[in-house]
């Protein structure tokens, strides 16, 4: 995730409901990866299902 706007569009980020952090937001499709646990911090927020189904479907698109 980014609060910085990016130059590039959807499929390769997809912009967070403006309401769901305190800044403008975006999930870098591009750079998901795994993480474990032990290194997340405290929870921010939960996108709706809507939301991850755009964020999967612009995954699919750059992967298969």
């Not at 975006?26 to 189904?53: C, H, M, N, P």
Request: proline share 8%; charged share 25%; hydrophobic share 35%.
């Amino acid at each position: 995730m980014t609060s910085q706007q990016p130059q590039v569009k959807y499929p390769l980020v997809y912009e967070l409901p403006k309401d769901l952090l305190p800044k403008p937001s975006w999930v870098k499709i591009t750079q998901i990866r795994t993480l474990s646990i032990k290194r997340l911090g405290k929870f921010l927020a939960q996108i709706e299902e809507a939301d991850y189904q755009k964020v999967m479907t612009g995954f699919n698109k750059l992967c298969c």
